[in-house]
Every structure is written in C-alpha cells, then in structure tokens.
C-alpha cells in the first residue's frame, strides 16, 4: 500500500524567512509525486508535481520541490515567503501499485506574518 | 466555468436525513473521486469510478454510496446522515498519470 507522511502539522513563518516542508512517501515502486495548495475557502490547487527526469521540480508563485528516491522524500522549498502563501499545503501521490489513485498526506498549515 | 462544479456548495442537514452531492467535471476524464476533508486528517477518499461501470470504495465508505449517472456526473448520497459526517465533501478528476482537479468543495454540516 502507498502513503503520504509529512512532517509539519502547523508552520508558522514571518514574511520573507525561507520555507521547508517535509514530505515522505512509502512505496517501493515508481511513483508520481505531487504539492497542493488549499487557500482558505479554496479547494486544492496544483503547486508543482514530479514525473520523471530532473529531480529538482519548479511549480508555480516560487516553490520548488527536490525528489530524492533514497530518502523517499519530496520536500518543497521556498527561498522567501509571502504573507499570499498563507495556506494549507498537501503532499500527494499516485502509482501503479495503488491503480493511480491519487493519496494525501494529512497537510500542513502555514501561517505567514506580515 | 470551473473545470469541476460541486452542488451545493453548503448544506445544513438533519440527523437522519439523506442528502445528495453532486459533481460534474467537464475534464473529459474518465476517473472520478469524492474525499472527506476533516481538520488534521487530510483528505481521505470515500469513493472512486474508473468509468460509468467501475466503481469502487475507498478507505472510509461506510454511511455513504454513489453513482456515476455519466463519465462527467458522479454523485455521493449520504443515506442516513449523522453528526460526524459533518466535513467538508471535495469531489475530483484526473486521468491515470496526471494530477488530479477538485471542484470548490461541499461544506456539510449534520445537527
């Protein structure tokens, strides 16, 4: 079975201080690996997502994302954050093993203060 | 118009009442999802379609059906509903190697 573990529940970061965000993954096969982003009142948008090739993934409004397949992990990064990325954030994945159905991690809260 | 249209997009229900939900996706994508998003729990998945005759249960299905009426249709009923069925209901498309898209989103809340 595939699951999504991240690391961070709640975050909580001043405008311009930099951001990482723990994801790890169980699954011994290939896998699609994703990073959504949920504003308030908002349903889940695609921040960036990885398929194959250059590990280190770009998504949009600035984050970037690193797959490294030894750690089974895929954190996102983003050098300077903004008081706009206040939002919750979700790691997700699908595979072969589990039919492509997409599977998320439980999500982190980020809070940016202006 | 949003790739995938949920309705309604807020509902308050009794305790023993059956409610529908209802999403459409204009993706053309043949899969389809409903997730339950409760505060620190993520999103787990109810239900899933492959196509209009492929159905099948995700990891908290109990209380809940559904039906694929199109490729583009697929509705979740809440046959009796209960208190902790209150969350908010998130319907979504994708196609086996791509990301999946979410509607707006149902908040439900059960009294």
């Known amino acids: 079975a595939q699951s999504v573990s991240q690391h961070n529940h709640h975050v909580i970061l001043s405008e311009a201080a930099s951001l990482e965000l723990g994801c790890n993954y169980s699954?011994?096969?290939?896998?699609?690996l994703f990073w959504y982003v949920q504003y308030p009142g908002q349903h889940l948008q695609l921040l960036l997502k990885y398929f194959s090739g250059d590990p280190l993934v770009k998504g949009i409004k600035g984050f970037e994302a690193e797959f490294i397949k030894s750690k089974f992990s895929f954190n996102l990064r983003k050098p300077s954050v903004q008081w706009s990325d206040t939002a919750e954030y979700f790691c997700a994945l699908n595979s072969l093993g589990g039919s492509y159905i997409p599977t998320f991690g439980r999500g982190t809260s980020l809070i940016v203060h202006p | 118009d949003a790739d995938v249209t949920q309705t309604p997009r807020n509902r308050i229900t009794k305790t023993g009442k059956r409610i529908m939900l209802e999403c459409s996706q204009t993706?053309?994508?043949?899969?389809m999802y409903w997730y339950r998003q409760d505060p620190g729990l993520g999103l787990r998945l109810i239900y899933y379609s492959f196509d209009v005759k492929d159905i099948n249960k995700g990891e908290i299905s109990d209380g809940y059906s559904v039906s694929r009426q199109a490729q583009a249709k697929f509705s979740l009923s809440l046959e009796s509903a209960i208190p902790n069925q209150t969350a908010l209901y998130f319907c979504?498309?994708?196609?086996?190697?791509?990301?999946?898209?979410f509607g707006q989103g149902t908040r439900l809340t059960v009294v």
């Open positions: 993706k053309g994508h043949d899969r």
């Open positions: 699954y011994g096969g290939t896998v699609n």
């Open positions: 979504a498309t994708s196609d086996s190697h791509t990301e999946a898209f």
